[in-house]
């Protein structure tokens, strides 16, 4: 499904009544909610929202259960940090018990070591050990989500493991993150793309020729039921209604 916003702040509030729903539901269903949040910039807004007290109020964050959706794979208080940026805006200010939160980093441990660990722990908190009730990803403008980045083949081919980790050469780091079948295996997707900037990628993504070694958010499956593509206009402008 694909939704198209006239403006950033809009998206942000329809995103955000789309978290609390999708939290809402899953507690009522099973007792939890597991999401995986994603990082950069991009979220900072929703992130924001559910922190005031509108929406602070309307979810149970005694019975939430947060992951990432990738990592670079710096301290916490490095300011590239998704999980950083996360605390800084949201976690600091809801009371989800700190024990329920999972940041991609670990202290005195490779970026290979720890995405095992962290496969662990999604087997031991995650219904049936591989579904998410909410994933929430950004895609950069050259078509990347997550940390799955145009020709990566390493990580792109990947289909055995849940979370990798590899040395993304362009970037001079390590990142980490969760795979595309374990990200395709989740009850709830739902992609926040904004701005001009965006516009070709998205295009290419959702109507263009198949070609995931170029556009890797194609590898994410295309289910209107499932996925949910909320866009700005400007991001939207090149797309065939």
Do not use: C
């Amino acid at each position: 499904m694909i939704r198209i916003f006239e403006n950033k702040d809009t998206l942000d509030n329809e995103l955000a009544d789309y978290f609390v729903s999708k939290a809402q539901q899953a507690i009522l269903d099973k007792g939890k909610f597991t999401v995986a949040l994603t990082g950069g910039s991009s979220p900072a807004g929703l992130y924001q929202l559910l922190a005031t007290h509108e929406y602070r109020e309307k979810v149970d964050w005694s019975k939430v259960f947060v992951f990432w959706g990738d990592e670079r794979w710096v301290p916490l208080d490095d300011e590239k940090s998704n999980a950083g940026a996360a605390f800084n805006d949201l976690l600091n200010h809801i009371p989800v018990p700190k024990n329920q939160i999972f940041p991609m980093w670990k202290d005195g441990v490779s970026a290979q070591e720890y995405a095992k660990e962290y496969e662990a722990l999604l087997e031991e908190h995650l219904t049936n050990g591989e579904e998410f009730d909410l994933i929430i990803l950004g895609m950069g403008d050259d078509g990347h989500t997550a940390s799955l980045f145009p020709n990566q083949h390493i990580i792109l081919e990947e289909k055995d493991k849940k979370v990798a980790a590899y040395f993304l050469a362009p970037q001079d780091m390590y990142r980490i993150t969760l795979t595309a079948p374990l990200i395709n295996k989740a009850k709830n997707i739902v992609f926040l793309v904004f701005g001009d900037k965006k516009s070709e990628a998205l295009y290419q993504v959702l109507q263009g020729e198949p070609n995931s070694d170029l556009y890797p958010s194609q590898l994410i499956i295309k289910d209107a039921q499932r996925v949910t593509w909320m866009v700005d206009k400007q991001a939207a402008k090149k797309l065939k209604q």
